[in-house]
Every structure is written in C-alpha cells, then in structure tokens.
C-alpha cells in the first residue's frame, strides 16, 4: 500500500471541471508533483511544487496544497487529458520518494 | 535537451539478478542537483519508485526492496546502474530511469526514459 492515497477513478464530462486528490502525512511538509501517464508511453510532469507548471503543459491544470491533501485541477477537461495521474512526494520522514497508486481519469 | 535511455536485458531468470544501466545524453550527471532514479511499473499497476543515487554515489532505496537493489554511478560515462537480486515473477516490470531535481530543493522527475521491460518468467 502506498503512503499517498489517490481515488482509484475518477470521471469529468468534456469541458468540465476535475480534482484529481492525494492524500497523505508527508504532504503536510514536502509538496506533491503529479505525472500524467498514456497508454504505452512514460509518464510525463505536469505540475510541481506549490504553483508550477512545466513548459508546453496547458494552463488548465493547477495545483494546490491543504493540509496533508494535494490536489490536482483539470479547469476544462479536453478529450486528451484521458490518463492515468500520478503524485509523487517524500515519506513521512523525508528520507525517501513515493507515489500515489494512481488516479486513472476518464472523460465523458 | 536532456536525454535518458535505459539499456538491459529483456528476460531474466528466476533467482538471477537483474542489471538495468541508464545512459544521460544532453545534459552531465555530475551535478548536485539531480538524484537520479529508478522507478518500475509491473503490468497494469502504478508507479514504485525504487531508489535514486547522487553523482557523488549517495543513494537512498525503497525500504521493500533495500535488501536487493544496488545503485551505482558513472560519471565517466555519464550512466548510472540498477541492481536488483534475487528476482522472481512479482519483479516483472517496465523499469524507468529518471532525473529528479531533489538536490535543489524541490522534488520532481523532470526527464524519463522510455522504459526497459524485464520479464521474469515463474
């Protein structure tokens, strides 16, 4: 079992609004990145630390921070941000990295 | 723009270890502000994030697999390596290599590879 929760499936209609969450101790003092992954290619960074985005990653995802909960906002959900989300943080004693068990999102 | 690939054998037999080797082009490993990691997903699970070594050989493992795996680093040939002994069927897995920018502060895998699939047959 991970020590980053995430909701195993989460679903959004086209052009809708999606929180994608993780939860877990650690998230109180080190911030969570979130990875979206696609069928058959490697997972790619799409958001970090408490307000950053990588270059070429669409505007609509956001992220945020509260209490032990990190959180991942598709404002505008497209067809292609169908994936699996990942966050990915430290251990509750900072000493190692973990992943959530991954949000697979569908959009309607 | 930085490059990972990882190179390895595709099948390994029950008991053996499992020897993956990440080459970094585009960018040096000596750096400080890069742990450079592995990280393995089994079929049709998540992410487990293994381990991640320094340039100067610091490394740090998943406490389930410390007593397996063994990082190590070449900065002459800017790769470094994943050991994983002991395999069994449960260690088949897409195996990534990975920078993360911990050495900065922030914690984030910027640069993947594409991934090397081990088989372990049971």
């Known amino acids: 079992s991970s020590e980053l929760t995430q909701d195993p499936a989460v679903s959004v209609a086209l052009g809708q609004t999606v929180t994608i969450t993780c939860q877990g101790d650690s998230l109180r003092k080190y911030y969570a990145s979130w990875y979206q992954q696609k069928p058959g290619q490697a997972p790619t960074l799409v958001f970090y630390?408490?307000?950053n985005r990588p270059s070429g990653i669409p505007d609509r995802f956001s992220g945020s921070t509260k209490g032990d909960t990190a959180a991942l906002t598709i404002t505008g959900a497209q067809a292609e941000d169908e994936a699996d989300y990942y966050c990915y943080s430290r251990d509750p004693t900072g000493d190692y990295r973990v992943f959530g068990g991954g949000t697979k999102l569908a959009v309607l | 723009q930085v490059q990972l690939q990882e190179s390895g054998p595709g099948l390994v037999k029950p008991s053996q270890t499992l020897s993956l080797t990440c080459s970094v082009s585009?960018?040096?490993?000596?750096?400080?502000?890069?742990?450079w990691t592995w990280i393995r997903q089994s079929p049709g699970k998540g992410l487990e994030w293994i381990g991640h070594?320094?340039?100067?050989?610091?490394?740090r493992y998943n406490p389930s697999l410390k007593s397996r795996v063994s990082l190590s680093v070449d900065t002459a040939r800017n790769q470094f390596s994943l050991r994983l002994g002991s395999v069994t069927a449960a260690d088949t897995a897409l195996y990534y290599c990975?920078?993360?920018?911990?050495?900065?502060?922030?914690?984030?895998?910027?640069?993947w590879g594409q991934g090397n699939l081990v088989t372990v047959p049971s």
């Open positions: 630390d408490k307000n």
């Open positions: 070594i320094t340039y100067s050989g610091n490394a």
């Open positions: 585009g960018g040096s490993i000596y750096s400080r502000d890069y742990f």
């Open positions: 990975a920078r993360d920018l911990g050495g900065t502060g922030y914690d984030f895998l910027d640069y």
